[in-house]
């Protein structure tokens, strides 16, 4: 995978299929109905029984909007991935006005594979020996990939500008 700066916002490149799979799961997790990950993006946040209630019934619904509103967005430019002149490889272009959804998502994502696999702060280390089942060691390799595209979209990642998309022959 490859990602330049062009004009219109970030392309990613050299996408994999897998790697577009993984993608795709995005909004899925974000929709997510599972109690798991309902808890984990929505928490229990005051002690107090009843201002929580109310944060409940006046903040959370608030919240799955903007959460649903993400999705769609990313769903948006997940659907118009496109295959590269080169091969079977896929284009992503995450947009200017989207990235700050994209950065969100990709959170939100995280969060949800996290406790789906049932991870803990020592599968996440590099080096780790915490033993993995495939299933959890796909979700760590999924993590990794959205921490990567975070960095790329918060500018931690050395990326090179390209001007337009329009003048890229991809």
């Given at each position: 995978m490859w990602v330049a700066r062009v004009d219109e916002g970030w392309l990613f490149g050299d996408l994999s299929p897998r790697t577009a799979e993984i993608l795709k799961g995005v909004p899925?997790?974000?929709?997510?109905?599972?109690?798991?990950?309902?808890?984990r993006l929505?928490?229990?946040?005051?002690?107090?029984v009843g201002h929580e209630a109310d944060?409940?019934?006046?903040?959370v619904p608030e919240l799955e909007r903007l959460f649903a509103s993400r999705s769609t967005l990313v769903g948006r430019d997940l659907a118009a991935m496109r295959?590269?002149?080169s091969g079977g490889k896929l284009l992503l272009l995450i947009t200017n006005q989207h990235a700050s959804a994209w950065l969100a998502a990709l959170n939100a994502a995280r969060l949800a594979l996290y406790c789906l696999n049932d991870l803990?702060?020592?599968h996440m280390e590099l080096d780790s020996e915490e033993p993995a089942t495939p299933q959890q060691q796909q979700a760590i390799d999924s993590i990794h990939l959205m921490a990567e595209m975070q960095s790329v979209l918060l500018g931690d990642a050395p990326?090179?500008?390209?001007?337009?998309?329009?003048?890229?022959?991809?």
């Open positions: 899925m997790l974000l929709e997510s109905e599972d109690p798991r990950v309902r808890a929505l928490p229990e946040t005051l002690d107090d944060w409940r019934q006046h903040a295959p590269m002149k803990n702060a020592a990326v090179e500008s390209c001007g337009s998309i329009t003048d890229l022959d991809l």
